[in-house]
């Protein structure tokens, strides 16, 4: 079969997956976590092999770390699932209702959004992660993941489907992509997909989102800036700069660019200098900044580029506006941060930065979902429509109008004969 | 300047526009609705320059009557900026507070979503309310009128830019784009432009959708059905059937197809077609209905096919699923009703129609904004992302999280030392 053909049948699995009851669906969750265990013997052997391939293809010893699926992985997918199950029913939720009439009752009700595409890096904890939360909202997917975990990702792939099948989820919900030809042809999906979340690195999820008319969740770039204001406590803001450059750096929310207000930069520079290579950070800095601390000189390029690693840009602002129209020129709207002690400035810089996340006095690496809370994390979307910042279940989330009616007409309310009473009756029922 | 640059110009706009507050945007509004009056001449004169020219130009008699912008028509928009102005300020809403640890708090505010290229039918009327839309939303927009209208959309335009800018909007935060060329250009400005919405015939929707990588709002079709269940109480559903056809034809929400249980066929097709006909509608059936009544054969294209006109295809189905089946295949997505007495046969129905508007023994014509009681609307949305159905001022809404700190890093909380607590404080504010 090739994936138009599996994505059709996606589309009228997902329509039965949107009507299963929250106790239903914790049921194929339950199903699933137990097949996981009393089958590990099979996932562990199926990650061997693929260590072994990627070993003798010479993969890189980071990708092999994460490539590997042992007890411990096992036990913390497990939690995950075990978490989601324990999260309040997210279909069917009223979410306004409105009394048009009498006896003419709108319901704005939660619904899944349909089928989704998901592509992820080399982890195979993602597909488990990733299969259990669209089964939680009620989406059929198509996933693909990294090539190097292939065995694995068959392995999980067959015990979960398996599993959720034998516990009532309709045949064809979820399906495994194994090659790059099969993800190419799932962007040309449209009339079956209704949206495509990629995860990995930018060139990817850059040519994800240019070759495809469906819509995409996610994000390319993570150029995120720290700017220390003249009113900052330059303590803190060593410690918050150095966290949000150091504390993980190959991370979308790690921070690549430190802006300066000049009225505190002979005093700041230095500061940072000494704190950033104790990390063995290399820093780049603007003209201004090589006057006060001794750095290799920043070029054309750097404020444009996401290091994530040991390396900064520094620039030498003259006010907060400056700061602010350099983050909204050179950021990718992800996650910005200011540090100061003025509110009032820490606010004109929180609503006119136009990123999804902009912080004051702390690290740019809070920038998570789970960090923030949501339980379980779908991505972080820099788009500006439907989600942004970190997406938690919410994000695989729409909703649909219920009317109910007794016969009425339009004709009679064009006529004037019936009249609208347009209620909010939301907590009346 | 070509629209590349207007788009840039927009979008550095967009930014101030997002901190202009709720009082700030009703003074505008206000100077606009003053401005409209008096200069009401000016509008009235560019209003018979188009129409003159359209006349020469043997622009057909309804679209005429679209272009025509006299009194009424000032008076109606003017009122419909009064009732902007009283909506509640959607910007700057509290969404959510969480607590994620003492010190550290998390608040997700609404904001607009940026830049929105709208491109709109010859009604000049729509520009008012577009903007004005834009305004209170706190989004920058590009503005394209049907090419009927030139005149009066650049009187219109003069009049609301100006006032606003008086009033204190940023410059640049609204451009009238005059051609189809200027349209192809914006297509192509996804840097600048967040979101568009067009709003007109199908082919110009899927146009627009098929070129362009900027996130698209709106319907292309709108083949609503009407399905009468063998629990139907037969004369509601020929008045229900007969106003979704016949209310007002020419628009997505009149029903395009009518489904009929096999059961109650006998009795309600020559029911239905005496209904149908005195209204001058011309009736396609399946094999079934012409086995009934005496109407033209469908064809293969019939299901498919959004008339917008007084033209029904009628389909006999053996069951509710057959029913759902056929919506879920040749349906748009739009809305889509029972007719049925049986509540549980309603709700899988309203559960497992994949549309946007589920109804219940009411007519499909009510699948609207102002129906809906939104005050505004911005259009119909098909789509399955960010907001679906009609769409009022929350549809140009987004959000973003502000975070509060004190100097945390996230170090501490990898390392143990601190500890997230996570509460939602939401109502404690």
Known sequence: MDIREYAQISKKASVLLASLSGSDKNFALIMISERLQSNS?????????????????????????????????????????????????????????????????LHKVSCPIGVIGVIFESRPDALVQISALCLKSGNACLLKGGSEALETNKALAKIIYEASVLAGAPEGWMHLLETREDVREMLSCDDAIDLLIPRGSNEFVRYIMDNTKIPVMGHADGICHCYVDKFADLEMAVKVVTDSKTQYVAVCNATETLLVHEAISKAFLPMIQTSLEEKNVKIYGCEKTREIIAVEATTTDSFGTEYLDFEISIKVVSDIDEAIQHINTFGSGHTDVIITSDLKRAETFMVLVDSGNVFLNCSSRFSDGFRYGFGAEVGIS???????????????????????GKGQIVADYSDGKSKFTHRDISNQS
Chains 1, 2 share one sequence.
């Open 41 to 105: 013997d099979k996932i562990f052997s199926a990650n061997k092999l693929d260590i072994q391939n990627s070993e003798k293809n010479g993969v890189e010893a980071p990708i092999l770390k994460r490539l590997k699926f042992d007890q411990k992985k096992l036990d913390e997918v497990i939690e995950g699932i075990n978490s989601l199950i324990k999260l309040e029913e997210p279909v069917g939720k009223e979410l306004k209702v409105t009394e048009l009439d009498s006896d003419l009752i």
């Open 382 to 404: 820099t788009s500006k429509i439907h989600a942004r910042g970190p997406v938690g279940l919410e994000g695989l989330l729409i909703y649909k109008y219920k009317l109910f």
